[in-house]
């Protein structure tokens, strides 16, 4: 953010104002183009700016079809854009970005492969040194619990385990920026609530700059430095909510006042721009 911050001690985070930001959007909109004759072409995101800083957590919510996925595709460099400017760390980006991790809400396991090895196929793709790589991915692993795991195929595991695979591969190269669309959403709300509280655990450890999708507005403001609110599609930000929640922040802040001011406001949003139909 441009503007200064203060921090739950009510100190002013100067690094979040004086570094370069690491991702910046300037003017960006995709319009996906029909490949049917006569076909109509659709506004998935109209023209946005937006900063995100080196190590923040930045959560971005709205409803399905807002163009969430469209928005982290093209800070990836998986879609082109239709108009503006995208660069991270001052460089364009003009293609597949590669220094980034990226978690998707299916964990796309290789279900012929162990567990070590879906974590050593980023190695693969890179050409990493295997031996440092198996090293590193035993770490992280072990940082979300699965030692021991190692050797099983993904069948053997559950649901929230496999994700926490997929966010080891996506970190094996110990990239600065992780994106995650909608990570957890398709896991079951017990360990949805797990993984929340172990991710921002192992999130501070190093806080990496990550970009977290999600269509639940509780998940947004428990996990975000910053929530950006979107607008129904074409989507664009609504409001920019600065979280100022102390970490680690465990489930209990979800039932305090100052939380539910912050899922009010994104309530109010979402009547406002007519995501939901108020009675
Ligand atoms: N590859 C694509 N080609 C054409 N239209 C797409 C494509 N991907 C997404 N869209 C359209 O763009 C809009 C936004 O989609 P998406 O970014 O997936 O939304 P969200 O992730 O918020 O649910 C939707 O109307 C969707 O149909
Ligand atoms: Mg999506």
Same mark, same amino acid.
């Given at each position: 953010?441009?503007?200064?911050?203060?921090?739950?001690?009510?100190?002013?985070?100067?690094?979040?104002?004086?570094?370069?930001?690491?991702?910046?959007?300037?003017?960006?909109?995709? +319009?996906?183009?029909?490949?049917?004759?006569?076909?109509?072409?659709?506004?998935?995101?109209?023209?946005?700016?937006?900063?995100?800083?080196?190590?923040?957590? +930045?959560?971005?919510?709205?409803?399905?079809?807002?163009?969430?996925?469209?928005?982290?595709?093209?800070?990836?460099?998986?879609?082109?854009?239709?108009?503006?400017?995208?660069?991270?760390?001052? /460089?364009?980006?003009?293609?597949?970005?590669?220094?980034?991790?990226?978690?998707?809400?299916?964990?796309?396991?290789?279900?012929?492969?162990?567990?070590?090895?879906?974590?050593?196929?980023?190695?693969?793709?890179?050409?990493?040194?295997?031996?440092?790589?198996?090293?590193?991915?035993?770490?992280?692993?072990?940082?979300?619990?699965?030692?021991?795991?190692?050797?099983?195929?993904?069948?053997?595991?559950?649901?929230?385990?496999?994700?926490?695979?997929?966010?080891?591969?996506?970190?094996?190269?110990?990239?600065?920026?992780?994106?995650?669309?909608?990570?957890?959403?398709?896991?079951?709300?017990?360990? /949805?609530?797990?993984?929340?509280?172990?991710?921002?655990?192992?999130?501070?450890?190093?806080?990496?700059?990550?970009?977290?999708?999600?269509?639940?507005?509780?998940?947004?403001?428990?996990?975000?430095?910053?929530?950006?609110?979107?607008?129904?599609?074409?989507?664009?930000?609504?409001?920019?909510?600065?979280?100022?929640?102390?970490?680690?922040?465990?489930?209990?802040?979800?039932?305090?006042?100052?939380?539910? /001011?912050?899922?009010?406001?994104?309530?109010?949003?979402?009547?406002?721009?007519?995501?939901?139909?108020?009675?």
């Amino acid at each position: 953010m441009d503007v200064l911050r203060p921090s739950p001690s009510g100190v002013v985070a100067a690094e979040i104002t004086i570094a370069e930001p690491m991702v910046r959007l300037r003017g960006v909109s995709k +319009v996906y183009r029909s490949l049917r004759r006569n076909g109509t072409d659709v506004e998935a995101l109209r023209p946005l700016d937006l900063n995100i800083a080196r190590g923040e957590f +930045v959560t971005i919510v709205g409803p399905s079809g807002c163009g969430k996925s469209t928005l982290l595709s093209l800070i990836a460099g998986l879609s082109p854009y239709t108009t503006g400017e995208i660069d991270i760390g001052g /460089r364009p980006v003009a293609g597949p970005y590669t220094d980034l991790g990226i978690v998707f809400q299916k964990d796309l396991l290789l279900s012929w492969r162990t567990i070590l090895d879906n974590v050593l196929i980023q190695a693969e793709v890179r050409g990493l040194d295997r031996r440092k790589a198996a090293a590193r991915a035993a770490e992280l692993l072990a940082l979300v619990g699965l030692s021991g795991f190692e050797q099983f195929l993904p069948h053997e595991l559950s649901g929230g385990m496999r994700q926490r695979v997929a966010i080891c591969r996506a970190l094996l190269h110990n990239p600065p920026l992780l994106l995650m669309d909608e990570p957890f959403a398709a896991l079951d709300a017990i360990t /949805r609530d797990q993984l929340t509280l172990d991710f921002q655990r192992f999130w501070q450890r190093d806080r990496r700059t990550v970009v977290f999708i999600t269509h639940n507005l509780v998940e947004a403001v428990f996990l975000g430095d910053r929530v950006i609110v979107m607008t129904p599609r074409p989507g664009g930000i609504a409001e920019i909510l600065d979280i100022d929640l102390a970490r680690p922040r465990n489930l209990a802040v979800r039932d305090t006042p100052d939380f539910a /001011r912050y899922t009010r406001r994104i309530h109010d949003l979402f009547i406002e721009t007519g995501i939901i139909k108020a009675e």
